[in-house]
């Protein structure tokens, strides 16, 4: 698990690297059946500004992660909103992922459902995560949201049902996200990684 002190300064490294060369608007109306547009997964992201700082800095480090370790593949932008005056569901802009604190639901500590014709998608995350959880939660809820699906396969990945197998995007989520997304992964894998549909991530009681 992390420590909160050392995390925190990596999260600050991460950020000045991505803000550095990762920004950027969105554009025009982009899903991955959208060829007209550059294979940039680009997305507006809505969250709580009455989240803590913490909070909004390990969101925003996981995005960067995601942009970085997919050679610089996602293009959002953050707006602050007060999320209990914008709808709990798929309506709005396209290209939009809305983030609540939210219950997602018993035993869950994340759900994300996301739409692919008009790219959005709407994650909940539980007001009672932990620091050590809350990061690579939101890491797992971003992947769905780009709409890539839980792993099963024999490789580690944060994109698994349960979480305690690993705190950062492994091989299998890049090689995941590039396959819809039509980026050049960073990494290979001999086996073709293999994915579920199912969305809420859960706790891993029994890790080894």
Known sequence: MFKKFNYLVAAVIIMCFAAICCGGEVEDYCSPTNKSCSNKAKFTILMDDNL????????????????????????????????SKVPNDLSGDFNTIKIFILDPGPGNLGWTEWQTDNNTARILLHPDLNQDNFYPTILHELGHAFHIGHYVGKYKSVMRPS?????????????????????????????????STVHTVKILLDSK
């Open 52 to 83: 803590s700082d913490d909070h909004k800095l390990l969101i925003s480090t996981a995005l960067a992660e995601w942009d970085i370790k997919t050679n610089q593949s996602l293009n959002y932008v953050i707006k602050y909103k007060d999320m």
């Open 163 to 195: 979480i305690g197998n690993t705190n950062q995007l492994e091989c299998t989520d890049i090689v995941a996200f590039c396959k819809i997304w039509d980026c050049q992964a960073t990494c290979s894998l001999y086996d073709t990684p293999q994915y």
